[in-house]
């Protein structure tokens, strides 16, 4: 059984350089309710992902569903407003193939973005969290099945999943920016459905701060390629059980939008120095 899927990369790759006028350097996911950063972007021209061969479609209010190409400064970068999830019923394979398209497009730097539920205490809906680690709950993998080499090993390291000198950038353009700057660890889980307490508390002991259905089978398939990787949640909500009350995805789209000042302003400036 062969697999396809770098030719059918490489097809949407070809596309996507047909439609840009310069080959972007750095690849930004932006999560649900925070896509005004693609707004900011200067000479953009944005296609819509029905247009890009073998693209799936976002199906997620929030989730504006084309990738939008301009500059922030003098850097050239790809804006993903919308992304793709498992619990939408693509394959892993399918959620993560743009990563594979912006990697033949020749970009080795991501930054990942998404609404996450806060499950430390010290975490309240509007911070902004920088992801040390993460941990896969989805029970699956975007690497399961036959391996194409010419993207990456079969067996990548996760040691550093979160590039540590991205970090240590954000960190600094974050303290000068005057923006609070959490840190911890991500969970993902499946989805759509939101987490039980008693599911928070059991994440809670696994040692994770922030809990969401995204970000991780793409840091996966990033770091497989030797893409070096940025994470950033935005704290939309407590996880069940951590307040008395319940989860709403209006609510997360609205703290989102709240605190798309603070982080459009921290994507900027790291971006400048990446």
Do not use: W
Not at 58 to 87: I, L, N, P
Request: charged share 20%; hydrophobic share 45%; with cysteine.
């Amino acid at each position: 059984m062969k697999d396809a899927s770098y030719e059918k990369a490489l097809e949407a790759a070809r596309f996507l350089r047909s439609q840009l006028p310069e080959a972007p350097e750095i690849l930004v996911v932006l999560g649900s309710g925070l896509g005004a950063f693609a707004d900011t972007l200067e000479r953009a021209v944005a296609v819509d992902y029905r247009l890009i061969p073998h693209l799936p479609t976002s199906t997620v209010v929030g989730h504006h569903g084309r990738q939008v190409c301009g500059y922030s400064g003098d850097k050239c970068v790809a804006a993903m407003q919308g992304r793709f999830h498992f619990y939408e019923g693509y394959s892993l394979q399918q959620a993560t193939f743009y990563l594979r398209v912006a990697k033949l497009l020749g970009i080795e730097k991501v930054i990942l973005t998404n609404a996450a539920g806060g499950i430390d205490p010290s975490l309240a809906p509007g911070d902004l969290m920088l992801i040390e680690d993460h941990i896969n709950l989805m029970a699956a993998n975007p690497l399961q099945g036959l391996n194409e080499e010419r993207f990456g090993p079969r067996f990548p390291d996760m040691t550093d999943a979160y590039d540590p000198a991205y970090r240590a950038l954000a960190r600094e353009e974050s303290a000068r920016l005057g923006i609070p700057l959490k840190s911890g660890v991500y969970a993902a889980l499946l989805g759509p459905s939101y987490e039980t307490p008693a599911e928070i508390r059991m994440i809670r002991s696994f040692g994770a701060q922030a809990v969401g259905m995204s970000t991780v089978p793409e840091t996966i398939v990033a770091r497989h390629m030797g893409m070096r990787v940025l994470g950033i949640s935005c704290i939309t909500n407590s996880a069940a059980g951590v307040l008395d009350q319940p989860i709403n995805h209006d609510e997360v789209l609205k703290v989102g939008k709240q605190s798309t000042t603070r982080l459009v302003s921290l994507l900027q400036a790291v971006i400048a120095r990446m």
